[in-house]
């Protein structure tokens, strides 16, 4: 691991001057480049370096015991070394995560499709509560919500809602929510007071560049109609709405919430891009789907991951155990405990794949 290490201090090293270098700075594209990969280890680099000073405080104060110390003197240098021993396996720890192989989708944005499912009128509300959730927890992370498509119920339900969420480290922290999501309550439209179980689909994307995916022009059927509100009432009279058809493999996209035709089309095709990605990881993956089953899951759109009880306050993921009780502030977007038990959860699954390997 420490070779590893050296080697990339190094590759630092080299690259801090290379972003220095006139020549390299005249090479916008070179220079960016650079820029890009020296970000990426700076991270890691910063943590080796004081991993190593701490190696070095922990080799002094080992020494200083083999003199004749006071009592008292003795006893700090003792509480210091073991300190500095604690803070020594922490950092050896984050050092194994941050040398696990990356996601190569981590930094990339998110498409997030969410889809009213069981549940009827009920089903749609939820959905509706879950784009609240998500575009909470995304304004909390500082990111950008751009709706690309919604399709709303009279009761302001949502049978479907397509956004795009940009910030940096997105998808790290998303990823993981595809999937089944299901809550436990009495609906707004039950006289009777009985709890119902409905469910909303959850799909994350990692956003596709046109380098990640090539489309042939050919292949696609692009359909304008006029844009649709609540109920299908038509909202607008010109044909802005966009409808467009990956003629091999089926998938349709349409967009509508632009008043521009141009702009409905250019967001359709990123929807269009993040899912034909989707696809072709989803047919590599299942080649080795043994291999990539998790305590986390397989992010299988099918597979019911978390379950919202309004009855007990409560919101239990399932695939990790882990049960929280303030339900009405995860609803406002307070997903960082929730996500962050995820997120260490696979960490730890791959570090013990490393050790086992």
Sequence with gaps: MLDKLDSLEQRYEELSNLIADPEVINDRARWQQYVKAHAELEEIVGVYREYKKVCRDIQEAKELLREKLEPDFRELVETELEAQEEKKEELEHKLKVLLLPRDPNDEKNVIMEIRAGTGGEEAALF?????????????????????MNTSYTDLGGIKEVIFLIEGKGAYSKLKFESGVHRVQRVPTTESGGRIHTSAATVAVLPEAEEVDVEINPNDLRIDVFCSTGPG???????????????????????????????????????????????????EQQQKIASARRSMVGTGDRSERIRTYNFPQNRVTDH?????????????????????DALVTTDQARRLQQVDNA
């Design 319 to 339: 695939r990790i155990g882990l049960t929280i009780h303030r339900l009405e502030e995860v609803l406002m977007g307070e997903l960082d405990e929730i996500i």
């Design 232 to 282: 299908g009432q038509s909202v607008n009279t010109t044909q802005s709405a966009v409808r467009i058809t990956h003629l091999p493999t089926g998938i349709v996209v349409s967009c509508q919430d632009e008043k521009s035709q141009h702009k409905n089309k250019e967001k359709a095709m990123r929807v269009l891009r993040a899912r034909l990605l989707d696809r072709l990881q989803e």
């Design 127 to 147: 959905a509706a509560d879950l784009f609240r959730m998500y575009t909470r927890y995304a304004e909390r992370q500082g990111w950008k919500i751009d709706l």
